[in-house]
């Protein structure tokens, strides 16, 4: 101005505008009110309503401090590397690049973290903090599927419902206005559930048969779920819902496998399928060799699509081998065995995947082993009166030892030894007949076939010599037939007494034997087996007592030794008895062959016969002899003249004269 005149120049003159270059804290809250300084240049020398702002967001208020430094409490945001501003008298200074963030929302704890439906729309809680004062549209997601819906509760909740899916470790972001987290927190969907036990029962094992597996997490959507039965891959499997897929089984054998359901790499085992258990309709032949090892073909149903390791068994007998051909044909080399029985067939397929003693189907086909038959019997050694052995051919004896018992005619062995498949010795029983037919029972199995046997019996026709001495022994011949062929098998007695088989003919018609000393008459010869039986024939005697005394008298009172001197009373006979009429002697003893004494018993008579026997163990042989004995006359002391008395004495009338 000049001499009260103005004059004016526009926009020729300006102050420095506000700059900012730094800030002291360079985060806060996302909920703000938090006080920062920010220092720059060119601010004021007064407080000029100076205000301040962090990116969009103007602070709640600024406090000029200095030319060089303002204050400002923060204001709730979620901004990130913002710039800083100030206004001072109206003009914006020049920004602070990227020097001022919120802090980053931060997820603590998620609940559920695992066993998400995979239907989705379960609610999931998220904690922890800085998630903002206020509701910014906040967004979630589980792996790479965005939460059906977000929900801001507080700076320090968030709930989100989640979508379908099936993996088991996702991924959780979420974002906050412009700001993203994602953190090391995995939320996992439940694995595919399968509910029924069983699925399928009587499945035909070569496959193609259509089931509904059924379940739960299956999947919303086809995600390439795969059905695998056992170790082998379904030949093809559709998915329909998220609880149910259709499935084509593969073929197998007789099992029940487990069903494995896959989806997104996860797998889940539960329950099982059953394939038709194996069925015999048919067997050729249906007769075989006791001793096996005959191929048999064993026809039916479900051996199994495949060679699985079949097995079959007759009774309770493996097959010694078996041979898998078809679903429908195997072979079986029959085991050795007896009877029969029904053929039961058990399959177990490679993997051995029969968790338990799987139930085996017992089949109504029969198959029996030939039934024993006996072609030959024959003497092994000719016995007297049977007990002999006889060996007997034929077929389906049994390859073990199982206690057959074997007969000729009506009467059982007295032992049965079995040999071989084909032999049994039977040791003959007592008996006789002609041409008895020889049978075995083997396992209840009578045998078949015409084998007969002949017994002989035994016959003694003559005996030589027929007197034998009573001091030394003697050499006697039996003859007849079927006396045997050796001494173990024949006995020889002489009366009671044995007599030593010394020699039997090869014939078996003639038996000689050494017979012992002894006393008696009339005694049999008899010819005995094991068991002793006897064949009466002609009577032997030994030569008879004598004496060489004709007459000898005694006393009436008796108890008189008296000696009787002559032959043949033998040796050492202990049991001799002595009678003198009908009254034996009080004692009796033999002393030699030619010499025995008696000692009197009280008694009377004249003319008394002296006899001398022996027991011989059946009865006591007699020898009477021509000895004669008296008793003492009794004689009267007074004298009588003419008187003649008589005295009876049992039949005899004794006369004394005086």
Request: glycine letters at 10%.
């Amino acid at each position: 101005s000049s001499d009260m005149q103005t004059g004016m120049l526009t926009q020729a003159w300006s102050y420095n505008s506000a700059s900012l270059s730094s800030v002291l804290s360079s985060n806060s809250p996302t909920t703000g009110s938090s006080l920062i300084t920010v220092f720059g240049s060119s601010l004021g020398t007064s407080q000029y309503s100076q205000s301040s702002r962090l990116g969009a967001t103007g602070c709640e208020s600024s406090v000029w401090v200095a030319d060089s430094s303002i204050v400002c409490l923060t204001a709730a945001s979620f901004s990130y590397q913002a710039s800083v501003f100030a206004t001072v008298a109206l003009v914006v200074s020049s920004g602070f690049t990227q020097g001022f963030s919120f802090d980053s929302p931060y997820i603590s704890l998620v609940s559920p973290l695992a066993g998400l439906p995979t239907t989705g729309s379960i609610s999931v809680s998220i904690f922890g903090s800085n998630f903002g004062s206020f509701a910014t549209s906040p967004a979630a997601s589980i792996g790479g599927t965005t939460a059906e819906s977000t929900l801001w509760v507080s700076d320090s909740s968030i709930i989100l419902k989640s979508a379908a899916g099936t993996d088991a470790g996702n991924a959780l972001r979420i974002s906050m206005s412009v700001r993203e987290v994602s953190q090391n927190f995995s939320v996992g969907y439940s694995p595919p559930m399968l509910q029924n036990a069983t699925f399928a029962l009587s499945l035909p094992a070569t496959g193609a048969a259509l089931i509904t597996v059924t379940g739960s997490n299956i999947g919303m959507q086809d995600y390439s779920q795969r059905v695998r039965i056992g170790n082998t891959a379904s030949e093809s499997s559709r998915w329909i819902s998220d609880s149910a897929m259709f499935v084509a089984i593969p073929s197998g054998v007789p099992s029940r496998p487990q069903v494995t359901i896959s989806a997104h790499s996860r797998h889940t085992k539960s329950g099982f399928v059953e394939y038709q258990r194996p069925l015999v309709s048919g067997l050729a032949p249906k007769v075989g060799q006791t001793t096996g090892s005959q191929i048999l073909t064993v026809f039916g149903s479900s051996f199994g699509a495949v060679d699985s390791t079949t097995a079959a068994s007759i009774g309770y007998s493996s097959c010694e081998a078996t041979k898998w051909q078809s679903d429908t044909t195997m072979l079986c080399h029959s085991p050795r065995g007896l009877g029969g029985g029904a053929i039961q067939v058990s399959v177990v397929n490679s993997f051995n995947q029969l968790p338990d003693r799987w139930d085996l189907n017992v089949s109504v086909v029969s198959f029996s082993y030939l039934p024993p038959a006996i072609t030959q019997a024959s003497e092994v050694r000719t016995p007297s009166a049977g007990r002999g052995d006889l060996a007997v051919s034929g077929r389906g004896f049994g390859t073990w030892e199982t206690s057959p018992a074997a007969r000729v005619g009506s009467t059982a062995c007295e032992t049965t030894e079995w040999t071989s498949d084909s032999s049994l010795s039977c040791q003959l029983p007592v008996g006789s007949g002609s041409n008895l037919p020889v049978l075995a029972t083997v396992l209840g199995a009578l045998s078949s076939g015409n084998a007969t046997h002949h017994v002989c019996v035994p016959t003694i026709t003559g005996v030589a010599p027929m007197n034998l001495p009573t001091t030394s022994a003697s050499m006697v011949t039996l003859s007849g037939s079927c006396l045997g062929l050796n001494d173990t098998a024949v006995n020889v007695t002489i009366g009671a007494s044995s007599c030593h088989v010394a020699e039997i003919a090869s014939d078996g018609n003639s038996v000689k034997c050494r017979a012992s000393a002894g006393l008696g008459s009339g005694m049999p010869a008899a010819v005995g087996g094991f068991y002793s039986l006897k064949f009466n024939a002609s009577s032997l005697s030994y030569d008879t007592p004598r004496f060489h005394s004709q007459r000898g008298n005694g006393p009436q009172s008796g108890d008189k030794i008296i000696s009787l001197t002559g032959s043949n009373f033998g040796e050492i006979v202990e049991d001799l008895q002595v009678r003198v009429g009908n009254t034996t002697c009080t004692t009796s003893s033999w002393v030699s062959d030619s010499s025995v004494t008696c000692r009197l018993a009280p008694g009377t008579g004249l003319n008394q016969p002296i006899t001398i026997s022996a027991f011989d163990g059946h009865d006591r042989r007699l020898s009477t002899t021509s000895y004669v004995f008296s008793y003492d006359v009794w004689q009267c002391g007074c004298e009588f003249r003419g008187l003649r008395i008589k005295k009876p004495d049992g039949e005899h009338l004794h006369e004394w004269r005086g």
